[in-house]
């Protein structure tokens, strides 16, 4: 189980402002790999775009090899590219139908992307929420009856249900309280060095990212700073901007009683 994601020279425009220009970088198989950078830099309108939610406005993502564009333009291409590549949303109302307990939101990707019945479904349901330790009798409840950490960790929950080969999280962690958002991190590691999936992981918090990950890409503006395996960038980071981001980190950090 693994794949290759390359973004070739991205650029996003929305009207004639450019969220995005140019970005270029690989996510190796199993790798797992941060975009960092301020609010605004163009971070999760990458990861929208590597997920097929938006068109990049020039450029291309590939995902080994073949270019995912061309694959999103066919209903078994969009099947297959979902199978390899899923996404836990920054806001997971859009993740969980309100009208429904969570399992049927869990049941539908297991049954039309895994090919599985209804019984391994929910086996599979069973095995996923027990590895991240989110209590199984959660999923019979409607979205609305969870607290805002449990919902975020059943949406991690669906996205894995299916072991996919990529895992893009847009802010996955950020919500929670330090003790879950640990419990969570340790888990997304976990599961990747046990299932060899990679993970792209899209955040402003550097000290998460810095836990999660091997490999950071710094944004600023639309565009690449720096990228670099993650202790050695923050160790010594050699872009102004990237010193910058580092170094109110460490303000932060220093500010801890
Ligand atoms: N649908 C859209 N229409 C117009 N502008 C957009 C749209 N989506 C994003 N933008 C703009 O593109 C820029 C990059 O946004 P993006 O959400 O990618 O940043 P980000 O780095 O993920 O920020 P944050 O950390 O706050 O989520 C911002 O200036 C944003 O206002």
Redesign the pocket.
Known sequence: MTARITCEDIVKS??R?A??RGVSFTVGPGARVGIV??????????AKIIVGLEKPSSGRVLIDGREVASLMSTRKGVLEYRRAVQLVA?DTTSTFDARHPVRQSLRTPAQILGGLDVRQADEAIENITHEIGISPELVDRFPAELSGGQRQRMAIARALVIRPDVLVCD?AVSALDVSVQGAVLNFLKRYSQQHGASVLS?S?GLPATAFLTDELVV?NA?TVMETGPTRALLADPQNAYTRMLVGAYRDIESLAP
């Open positions: 929305y009207g402002k969220a995005v950078g301020e609010s605004g830099s163009g971070k999760s309108t990458v920054q802010e899209v402003h944004m639309g």
